[in-house]
């Protein structure tokens, strides 16, 4: 008997690779060449829109969250030919599997990102602004739940629903907040530590109310299911908490600081990252969450942690990661919010989202007396959505308790509320271009000798390390009346990574003593050479990061210079010196980082080149045995050069060498060409005069500084009297020396910021070198340059070397 009923033909499951466009296959029609087009065309897309929006200072979230919805229904998509290319509905479990692939390894990351004893740590302020910052929106994210259930939503159940909305409001994306602290330089300020602080707490917050809503939305026959999920998921954390943390202590002790990772451990830590997953997800939630959970049970001391982020942060943000939010863009079709009603409910959504966040955190900030332009930062700052937001949504559309429509209004209020974040901010709050302190002491020359001496000594990576603390030992003086005092600042590049939120930990601790890190064993060698040094020495070490962009790097060393009333900054050369002794470029930004601090800063600067200064590691006081020299032409350079050495000569293992060099009154005509207009006049020669006078008074033939004074007809003299004197362990030379003796040396040289002694001293010595710029109100880089050419005007011919 023939039957009526119709058969429904399924799509036949795509093959993993095609045989080739020769053999008559498309590999459009393939699983594999599929994926990696869809890859490739949102990695594209999204890097090409973070670009653009790159002027705007927008995180890159924004643009992927775009290229999304670009590439889904809202816009590409509305060409069937392309959707059914290029996205076919049999291709979306594939990428989907490979998008939520990515997803549990990324919230693995972000859990590594989570430090407990951080959140443990959180102020009483910072706590009160996050619990307002959850509760307030939560609340009204329940409220406008009503006006959308009466509309758009019906028919949805009514406790998953209010949760879910209550959570997507509530929400603060860390990792967003973040990035955008450091890009606009707040990171290390009162409101962004407070900011930072307050988000950690709300993200933990934020992940357990949604953990609570996925149990609700499983409910299938009996509300006791949900109870089941609940109390299985909690078990399953109590069961980490207890079980995971011994066993990643005893892979961190068998990873030691210097060594790579044993790969055992890496491939063991990735294996149980996905069994942590299947866990939630066979008890009913999603499998993020355990990702989540053992990211944030990792020891985050020691180098295990940083080389889980090295082997697994580039896949999966760069290639994987995109892909989910194509599959967020492909469920998201603006063209459902239609009429009047809609879009009112948008503008109602958007409205309650940042009034909740904004007013909330606000008013608590105002009761916490915090000053009204910081509070209203900290509202704008706790708005921001991201990913998390995303994956809220996501799962709730996923579970059906948020329709089509829904999901797109929470989308573009996420994508709104992060888009205003950045230009909001910087219209209200400018720390970067606030009004430099007026302060006394921006020099090391002084007249009151008993004041403190502040310095700023900048590092970027542990080879500077060694060589820079010799030298703040050497700076050490006797250590009497004032004393010295060193920030030192470790210059870390922003990047496009996303482990960039590893910093933020190292920014909560800027501006801390070392012995106030709550006792913990902090393996990083840095800190531990910088702690040695002061419990040894009798200098004070404060540690400071710069967090920033290489091309804007300057801004944080000189604001943080003027804030802490700093006399001299020590910046790295940007080369290095190799075995055979020639010099190699570390990195040529560093050297526009030089470049632009000598032309902002605030006070002097000292730009060192080390060549080995006392070895590898901390020499003690006891030890020390060097000799310093310094070739004296004239100039504020010179005298700020000859007042560093004297400061330098206090310490009782330091003999100071000064050459002061002579132009022959007999040389006249043409071997130094003078001009008229030389502004090395009198006035700069009587200053040198009454220094000079000054300096030999604390000069003597048996003391610590010896004063030589040579007399030479031309720069080839000058030159080789120099050499004469090169057998020492530091040369301290001033940036621009002054007279005619120095326009004669000043050829065209490779590196304009150490001037012409600098150069000539680099290019044939063994011995470190210390080029010193005396800080001068109205000295910009452009100034230099054009004394620098004015100079070279009137060079002599003799070759240098």
């Known amino acids: 008997m023939a039957s009526n009923a119709t058969v429904v033909k399924c799509p036949s499951p795509m093959k993993p690779t095609s045989n080739g466009v020769f053999q008559g296959d498309d590999p459009l029609n393939f699983a594999l060449p599929l994926v990696i087009v869809q890859i490739c065309l949102v990695v594209v897309l999204t890097r090409g829109l973070a670009y653009l929006l790159r002027p705007l200072r927008q995180p890159r979230v924004i643009a992927e969250v775009i290229g999304g919805i670009l590439l889904g229904p809202s816009a590409l998509g509305r060409n069937q030919k392309y959707l059914q290319a290029i996205f076919p509905a049999r291709s979306l479990t594939v990428l989907d599997t490979l998008a939520n692939l990515g997803l549990i390894f990324f919230l693995f990351l972000v859990g590594l990102e989570l430090d407990p004893r951080a959140l443990k740590k959180t102020g009483k302020k910072a706590l009160a602004i996050a619990l307002t910052g959850i509760s307030v929106p939560f609340l009204i994210g329940i409220g406008t739940s009503f006006a959308l259930r009466a509309t758009v939503s019906k028919g949805v159940s009514q406790a998953p629903f209010l949760v879910f909305m209550g959570v997507a409001l509530s929400i603060t994306a860390f990792p967003v907040l973040a990035r955008i602290l450091a890009e606009l330089k707040l990171l290390t300020t009162d409101v962004g530590q407070m900011a930072m602080s307050a988000a950690a707490v709300n993200d933990v917050a934020a992940w357990i109310l949604l953990a609570l809503a996925i149990a609700l939305s499983s409910t299938g026959h009996s509300p006791v299911v949900a109870l089941w999920v609940f109390l299985c998921g909690c078990g399953f954390i109590l069961f980490c908490i207890i079980v995971v943390p011994p066993v990643f202590k005893w892979m961190v002790r068998r990873c030691p600081e210097g060594e790579p990772a044993d790969e055992v451990y890496i491939c063991a830590t990735l294996a149980a990252v996905l069994a942590a997953g299947f866990v939630t997800d066979t008890i009913g939630i999603h499998a993020l969450f355990g990702a989540f959970v053992l990211g944030v049970l990792v020891p985050k001391e020691g180098p295990f942690a940083g080389a889980l982020v090295e082997k697994i942060e580039d896949l999966v943000s760069s290639l994987f990661l995109p892909l989910y939010f194509v599959s967020s863009g492909l469920k998201t079709n603006i063209a459902t919010i239609q009429g009047p009603q809609s879009w009112g409910l948008l503008v109602l959504v958007i409205f309650t989202a940042c009034f909740g ?445």
């Open 357 to 801: 966040k904004i007013v909330g955190t606000l008013v608590v900030s105002l009761c916490c007396k915090v000053p009204f332009k910081d509070a209203l930062t900290l509202g704008f700052l706790m708005n921001t959505k991201g990913l998390v937001e995303l994956i809220v949504l996501n799962i709730g559309k996923d579970r059906g308790v948020l329709n089509d429509q829904t999901f797109a209004i929470m989308v573009l209020m996420a994508l709104f509320t992060t888009f205003i974040t950045t230009p909001i901010v910087i219209a209200i709050y400018k720390p970067a271009q606030m009004a430099i302190s007026d302060f006394k002491h921006r020099t090391i020359w002084r007249k009151e000798a008993s004041t403190q001496l502040r310095m700023l000594a900048c590092f970027h990576s542990s080879r500077n390390v060694p060589s820079l603390i010799n030298l703040m030992e050497a700076s050490r003086g006797t250590g009497k009346k004032g004393g010295l005092r060193i920030y030192a600042m470790h210059l870390m590049e922003l990047s496009e990574r996303s482990s960039a939120i590893r910093m933020v930990h190292k920014a909560r601790m800027n501006g801390l003593p070392f012995w106030n890190k709550g006792g913990d064993s902090d393996s990083n060698q840095i800190v531990v050479a910088f702690e040695t040094f002061q419990n040894l020495s009798q200098v004070s070490v404060t540690p400071t990061t710069a967090i920033s962009r290489m091309s804007t790097m300057h801004e944080d060393i000189c604001s943080s210079a003027a804030r802490k009333r700093i006399a001299m900054i020590i910046l790295p050369f940007h080369k290095h010196q190799r075995l055979d002794g020639q010099l190699e470029t570390t990195r040529a930004d560093l050297r526009h980082v030089n470049l632009k601090v000598l032309e902002h800063a605030p006070c002097s600067v000292g730009i060192f080149i080390d060549r080995g200064l006392g070895g590898t590691s901390h020499v003690s006081a006891s030890n020390v045995d060097y000799t310093i020299t310094s070739f004296y032409f004239g100039g504020h350079d010179d005298r700020e050069a000859l007042s560093y050495g004297a400061l330098m000569a206090e310490h009782p293992g330091i003999n100071f060498n000064v050459v002061h060099f002579i132009v022959d009154p007999k040389v006249v005509g043409g071997r130094i060409h003078l001009d008229i207009n030389d502004r090395n006049g009198p006035e700069s020669r009587s200053d040198d005069q009454e220094f000079l006078e000054d300096f030999k008074k604390r000069a003597s033939k048996d003391g610590p500084i010896k004063l030589e004074e040579i007399v030479v007809r031309d720069d080839a003299e000058t030159v080789e009297a120099m050499r004469a004197h090169s057998r020492c362990n530091l040369f301290i030379v001033g940036r621009m020396p002054e007279g005619h003796l120095a326009t004669a040396l000043n050829k065209r040289s490779e590196c304009s910021e150490l001037g012409p002694i600098g150069n000539l001293l680099i290019s044939s010595g063994t011995a470190s070198v210390l080029v010193v710029q005396q800080y001068r109100s109205k000295l910009s880089l452009k100034s230099l340059k054009e004394e620098e050419l004015n100079q070279h005007t009137h060079s002599h011919s003799v070759p240098m070397v």
